[in-house]
């Protein structure tokens, strides 16, 4: 039996050292259009590869994904986070947790990830051919013929691991193929925001904010990053990926709400500045308050209410703190256009899940051939989940197609 895996990134890896483990007498030919292997894996997490997230449970696991949720919790419900950690463990990689939930190797290198795949392979055999693009598929006779421009090769099975692709005409092929393919649309990227001047406070980090886009119900709550182009972080990054597809309809142009001092509301954020005035009548308002924010950005916050930080908290009036709690408990934002998150790019879109077996990861159109990865309609949001839909579904998809 010859299993062809199309894609050499991590699910398409997954997926072929998944079917030369469940299947040792198969030929498994691993085919990747370009000269580099796994490029993802080495850029992921500044170079640290972010394998996975500390979430066992799969229906919680799932539900960090925008597009997926309920397909993605029948893949975790076989083969999720607990047996990926074990996996890595069984090749002699370590796994630590950051505080925010997201797993590394302990050797903070994303070689250690690579070499762990690559060497898997080669030890179960699977053969690897990397500047080999395939241009298309076809069932001919009783197996399947791929077509690239340094000829045909033959496979029983076939598994497409191609990743997410920007544009629609990549996926081209497979709606040749009879499959329903959504249309993809950037899902990871960070907020532009050309004409405010927050932009000169770049390298300021709130740690806990709350954000929505108006007119709308999307809300992201967490950690802001201020850059020289606007908004990032993981309360950014999470609201765009839950956003894709309506900021996209959007032109990427709308307003952000922002709530600076995260769930604490404007009627108790007043309560302390009355209170604290009442206290501290002589202390500026550059040193009240805060809300835990840093100096600069309260600062800012400040001035751009219209008052002087050198202000004591004596002499600000009932409607001065009142329009210092509306900037920050509802200030306002207007975003234009997106900037793509560092080499991360991620789509949402591809094949349509309502025609793959969750079970098996097979094409409910065309029999013996089996999808894994971003090729599929899933996208996750930051943080090891998009790698951990890779390595499941990679899993299965392999396992299957030798089944």
């Known amino acids: 039996m010859r299993i062809a895996v199309i ?3 991590a699910a398409g890896f997954m997926a072929a050292i998944s079917a030369a483990t469940h299947q040792r007498d198969a030929d498994v030919l691993l085919l990747e259009k370009s000269d580099k292997l796994l490029a993802k894996v080495r850029i992921s997490g500044g170079g640290r590869c972010n394998v996975t997230h500390a979430c066992p449970d799969p229906r919680k696991l799932a539900r960090h994904y925008p597009r997926g949720e309920a397909f993605l919790r029948k893949v975790f419900t076989q083969w999720g986070q607990p047996e990926t950690i074990a996996w890595f463990a069984e090749q002699g990689v370590r796994l630590k947790t950051e505080a925010d939930g997201r797993m590394f190797p302990t050797t903070d290198d994303s070689r250690t990830i690579i070499d762990a795949l690559q060497e898997a392979a080669v030890r179960l055999g699977v053969h690897i051919r990397t500047q080999f693009p395939v241009t298309g598929i076809a069932f001919v006779g009783d197996s399947w013929l791929l077509h690239s421009a340094t000829g045909p ?3 029983d099975r076939i598994v497409v691991a191609t990743g997410g692709s920007p544009k629609a005409e990549g996926l081209e ?6 499959h329903e393919v959504v ?11 050309p004409g405010e001047a927050i932009r000169t406070l770049m390298g300021v980090v709130a ?3 709350r954000l929505r886009i108006e007119g709308t119900g999307l809300e992201s709550t967490g950690p802001l990053l201020v850059t020289h182009w606007g908004f990032s972080g993981p309360a950014v990054l999470r609201l765009s990926a839950f956003g894709a597809r309506l900021l996209h309809d959007r032109g990427y142009r709308y307003t952000v709400r922002v709530t600076w001092t995260g769930d604490v509301g404007a009627h108790t954020g007043l309560q302390r500045l009355q209170a604290e005035a009442a206290e501290h009548p002589k202390r500026q308002l550059a040193n009240a308050g805060g809300f835990g924010l840093p100096a600069r950005l309260w600062t800012y916050l400040v001035e751009r209410s219209g ?6 908290l004596g002499e600000v009036g009932p409607r001065q703190l009142l329009r210092l709690m509306d900037v920050l408990t509802n200030d306002r934002y207007v975003a234009e256009g997106k900037t793509t998150f560092k080499e991360e790019f991620v789509t949402a879109g591809g094949v ?6 969750p079970a098996t990861l097979q094409s409910t159109v065309r029999p013996g051939l089996h999808f894994a990865g971003e090729v599929l309609d899933i996208d996750g949001i930051t943080g090891g989940f998009n790698f951990q839909a890779a390595w499941s579904t990679g899993w ?3 396992r299957a197609a030798v089944g």
């Open 307 to 312: 008052l002087s930080p050198e202000k004591p």
């Open 352 to 357: 349509a899940l309502e025609q793959v077996d």
């Open 207 to 209: 740690p806990q904010v």
């Open 173 to 178: 092929w497979l709606r040749a193929l009879g």
């Open 153 to 155: 090769v033959d496979a």
């Open 183 to 193: 249309p993809p649309v950037p899902s990871l990227f960070t907020f532009n925001l």
């Open 7 to 9: 894609g050499g990134g």
């Open 396 to 398: 299965l998809a392999g």
